[in-house]
């Protein structure tokens, strides 16, 4: 079991019945979450969100002259908001209150290592930013059916949130719309530079080339002058103007220094930390390497988990990382990695491990926000209608079809995916998942693109159809069928567009036809469009488009 990190004060005696009632659920919702042979349904995790909402009004009467006080009831009850929040995200209810602590909880990790690392895009600022407020109205619009306790809570976390982003982003406001491209080019630059730190095998050739990016950057800037030091320094000469480049970008009021002295002095740090991989090597403090060893695969099965969130994620798989995650982090002393004797890291160390906890941080935040407010139990439906019209967009993107049969495979798909609706809804072991209006949009947005994509076949063969030969003079002739030379036994040479269709060549015998045409069936022998699937015209069954 992956507890929380930190146990700071010790327990009131009064608590204790509450600390063991909070275990108690707590080890009930681990065990839902390691059952993966059923969906996870939505009363179960309600009854375990009630029995969390009522110790925690026991735990505030008891707490009424020391709201501040911080012991492991807190820490337990914060594991049991967490799985709660993921578990609301597994049943497709990711607009609700519960669902929000989770979040709100990750943007506060991000907003304060953004700070710590002291550089980052106003776009990062702006998404979260963005989030907090949809979060904020979905808590407003609950508020009446959610507990005070937890959205006094969300409320509180929230604000803390926004008056960081407030904070960072005047630290911006130096920033010409010039300079503000200048400043997202270099932090994708150093972004990139500390993921490449960070891989297996440290590839060189693409440091360099991402240095030549940089003194691409810094011969159109004209800015402050550069104080670089000879290609002859030594590490420890770099790491200590590193250092103090840090500490000046993050400790300093960078809302009171000029933009361009900003873009100098971010322009200097790629470089002394390119300089500083470079003559590294790859080698890393054998004192924090079972941290970095930890933290480089938590990142890596986060990056693989999030290429195939859709198909195989439960939200609550994330509880192991973000538990892992919060005891490296609450660890820290005064944002030092320590060793085993107490001992910080170099500074190289230091901002290895803290960009692989950020980057840690950030997929789940970006596997979270992108989850779809669909139950688990309704997902492969979903996903199948997903790849749907992702299929029918580009085959309307690529000109259409060139006939209804080349749509019969995806009628055929949609029409046994409307098949499995009862009464208008989708029914999984006799319950009603969440995610129906979803799942409906989208089946009806599948189904429309289909008939769209017909109608403009239809339409093409009509106009085929009107295109009558014409005679030798200039005059259009029309050949009725049953005049057809194909029909009365002369000899005639099929052309290439009756081979492509699937026409017989017939063959003179003086008295009739030897061969026996194939009848055509065209896309306008398609019945009407029907909302059962099936439709017979003129003998030719097709699978109809609702």
Request: net charge negative; hydrophobic share 30%.
């Amino acid at each position: 079991m992956t507890d929380s990190p930190a146990f700071k004060a010790p327990l009131d005696p009064a608590e204790q019945p509450i600390l063991d009632k909070l275990l108690y659920t707590r080890d009930k919702l681990l065990l839902l979450k390691q059952d993966k042979t059923r969906y996870v349904k939505s009363q179960d995790v309600i009854s375990h969100y009630d029995d969390v909402i009522k110790q925690v009004e026991a735990l505030n009467n008891i707490r009424t002259n020391k709201r501040e006080e911080q012991n492991r009831v807190d820490t337990v009850l914060d594991d049991c908001f967490q799985l709660i929040s993921l578990f609301f995200f597994t049943i497709g209810r990711n607009s609700e209150a519960p669902a929000a602590y989770c979040l709100v909880s990750t943007i506060k990790r991000l907003l304060d290592h953004l700070k710590e690392a002291g550089f980052f895009m106003n776009k990062d600022l702006e998404s979260m930013s963005h989030k907090l407020e949809t979060i904020h109205e979905c808590v407003e619009r609950e508020g009446a059916n959610q507990s005070p306790h937890l959205t006094t809570l969300l409320e509180a976390r929230m604000t803390y949130c926004r008056n960081m982003i407030s904070e960072l982003q005047l630290s911006l406001s130096q920033l010409s719309p010039e300079l503000m491209g200048y400043h997202e080019k270099l932090v994708s630059i150093l972004r990139c530079l500390s993921a490449c730190n960070t891989k297996e095998k440290c590839p060189f050739s693409n440091i360099k080339d991402l240095r030549r990016q940089l003194a691409e950057v810094e011969d159109e800037f004209k800015g402050a002058p550069q104080k670089r030091l000879c290609e002859e320094a030594t590490l420890k000469e770099r790491l200590n103007q590193y250092t103090n480049s840090i500490e000046k970008m993050t400790y300093t009021d960078r809302a009171k220094i000029p933009g361009d002295e900003i873009i100098a002095d971010l322009i200097e740090r790629c470089f002394l930390y390119s300089e500083i991989i470079l003559q590294r090597k790859g080698k890393f403090d054998e004192r924090f390497r079972d941290k970095f060893s930890t933290l480089a695969d938590i990142r890596n099965q986060l990056e693989k988990r999030s290429l195939t969130q859709a198909w195989s994620l439960r939200e609550t798989d994330l509880y192991e990382y973000q538990r892992k995650l919060d005891r490296f982090d609450e660890a820290r002393v005064n944002g030092n990695f320590l060793d085993a004797e107490g001992k910080p890291a170099e500074i190289y160390e230091q901002r290895t491990l803290l960009y692989l906890l950020r980057k840690s941080y950030a997929l789940i935040y970006l596997m979270l926000t992108s989850s779809e407010p669909v139950s688990e139990a309704l997902l492969p439906v979903y996903n199948q209608l997903t790849t749907l019209r992702k299929c029918l967009t580009e085959v309307k993107r690529s000109g259409g079809v060139n006939s209804a049969r080349e749509l019969y495979p995806y009628s055929m798909k949609l029409n046994s995916i409307d098949n499995m609706r009862q009464d208008g809804k989708f029914i999984v072991n006799d319950d009603i998942p969440e995610g129906q209006a979803s799942v409906i949009e989208l089946l009806t947005e599948c189904f429309e693109m289909a008939y769209d994509l017909r109608n403009d076949a239809d339409a093409r063969d009509d106009d085929d159809d009107e295109e009558e030969p014409e005679t030798t003079d200039g005059e259009k002739q029309t050949i009725p069928l049953g005049n057809d030379p194909r029909h009365n036994g002369y000899d005639t040479e099929s052309s290439e567009e009756d081979d492509l269709d699937g026409g017989v060549e017939m063959k003179s015998t003086g008295s009739g036809a030897v061969g026996v045409g194939l009848s055509r069936t065209v896309s306008k022998d398609v019945g009407p469009v029907g909302s059962s699937g099936a439709q017979t015209s003129a003998g030719a069954t097709s699978i109809g488009v609702k």
